[in-house]
C-alpha cells in the first residue's frame, strides 16, 4: 500500500502535481469579515485577491481542528503502510500542532509521522513533492523521512514583496519588523530563517529587488529542484522565470499561485523563489 503523503494548503502546490503525485492536501480557514472559507475548496486564489483589494476588511486565517486531521488520518490509515503529514511552519501556524494532536489522540499500530517543516508556501511544497515522488516509486518511510530531512536542510527561500502592510497587520512580520518605520518606497526581500520570517535585503526599486532576487539565487547553486511563485502579477513570474532558465533546468521548475492563506500576509504583487540546492 505505501506510504501516504498528507501536507496542507499553504504548500501552493499546483492541482496538477498534487493529482498526478496522489497527495492529500487539508485546507487551512480563510476568514473575511462574516465568511468562512476552506482554502481550495470553496474560495478560488483569484476571486481571494479580488476580495483581499476590495475588502474592507483584512483576511484573517486560522489552521485546521485536530478532529479535520482525525478525519484525514482514518481515511488513509487502511489505505497506506504508513503516513507521513509534513506542514507549514508551527512557528507561523497552529497546523502542526493539530496535526500532532489528532495523532496522539488515535489509537493505532501503523505509523504516522508529522513533520514541521519549518517553512511555508512553496518552500514547503518542493519538499512535499520530492517525499510524494519517493512515496510514488514504492519508497519505505525511512527513505521518505531521509528525502524529507535532506530537502528541509537544503531549501531556500526568497520573497519580495511589494508592501509590508499585510505582514504587519497580519502578525507574522518577526524579525522582518525592524524594516518598519525606514522601509518608505523600498522593496522588501524576505526569507524565512528557523520557521520565522526574516529579512534578506532590500532594494530602492523593484527592478533592483528582481535583480538582487536573481543574483542571490545563482549563489544557491546548483540546485536540484526550484518554484517561481507569485500572488497577483503573472508578468513578474514570467520575468523571474527568464531569468532563472540559465540556471534552473525548465523540467526542475514549478510555477504556482501564492494562495489565499499565504497571500493574506504576502498581499498583491508579491514574488517568490524556493530552491533546493544539491
Known amino acids: 500500500m505505501g506510504v501516504k503523503i498528507i501536507t496542507d494548503s499553504t504548500s501552493d502546490i499546483p492541482e496538477s502535481i498534487i493529482s498526478d503525485l496522489d497527495i ?4 487551512l480557514n480563510i476568514h473575511i469579515g462574516q465568511d468562512n472559507f476552506k482554502h ?18 483584512l483576511p484573517k486565517t486560522s489552521q485546521p481542528s485536530p478532529g479535520e486531521f482525525l478525519d484525514v488520518y482514518n481515511k488513509f490509515l487502511d489505505q497506506s ?17 493539530s496535526a ?3 495523532k496522539s489522540e488515535l489509537n493505532i499500530t501503523k505509523p504516522i509521522e508529522v513533520v514541521d ?8 511544497g518542493l519538499i ?3 517525499a510524494a515522488k519517493i512515496a510514488k516509486d514504492g519508497g519505505t518511510l525511512e527513505e521518505v523521512l531521509k528525502e524529507i530531512e535532506h530537502c528541509s536542510s537544503n531549501t531556500e527561500v526568497l520573497v519580495v514583496l511589494d508592501t509590508l502592510e499585510y505582514l504587519e497587520k497580519g502578525g507574522r512580520i518577526g524579525k522582518a519588523s525592524a524594516l518598519i518605520g525606514s522601509i518608505l518606497s523600498l522593496k522588501p526581500i524576505l526569507t524565512v530563517e528557523d520557521g520565522i520570517v526574516g529579512t534578506f535585503g532590500k532594494a530602492r526599486t523593484f527592478t533592483k529587488a528582481m535583480n538582487s532576487l536573481e543574483e542571490a539565487i545563482k549563489g544557491f547553486t546548483p540546485v536540484s529542484d526550484a518554484s517561481v511563485f507569485y500572488s497577483t502579477d503573472k508578468g513578474v513570474a514570467d520575468d523571474m522565470i527568464d531569468r532563472l532558465s540559465g540556471i534552473v533546468e525548465p523540467d526542475k521548475l ?21 530552491v533546493i540546492k544539491k
Do not use: C, W
Not at 492529500?24 to 485546507?27: A, D, K, R, Y
Open 24 to 27: 492529500e492536501v487539508v485546507p
Open 40 to 57: 481550495g475548496v470553496d474560495i478560488g486564489t483569484d476571486e481571494f485577491y479580488t476580495k483581499l483589494l476590495t475588502g474592507s476588511e
Open 117 to 124: 517543516s519549518a517553512t511555508v508556501s512553496m518552500a514547503l
Open 254 to 274: 514549478v510555477v504556482s499561485r501564492i494562495g489565499p492563506t499565504v497571500g493574506t500576509y504576502a498581499g498583491p504583487k508579491a514574488i517568490a523563489v524556493a
Open 100 to 102: 500532532i494532536q489528532a
Open 81 to 97: 503502510d504508513a503516513i507521513v503529514s509534513i506542514h507549514v511552519t508551527s512557528k507561523l501556524s497552529g497546523t502542526y500542532n
Open 128 to 130: 512535499v513533492i520530492r
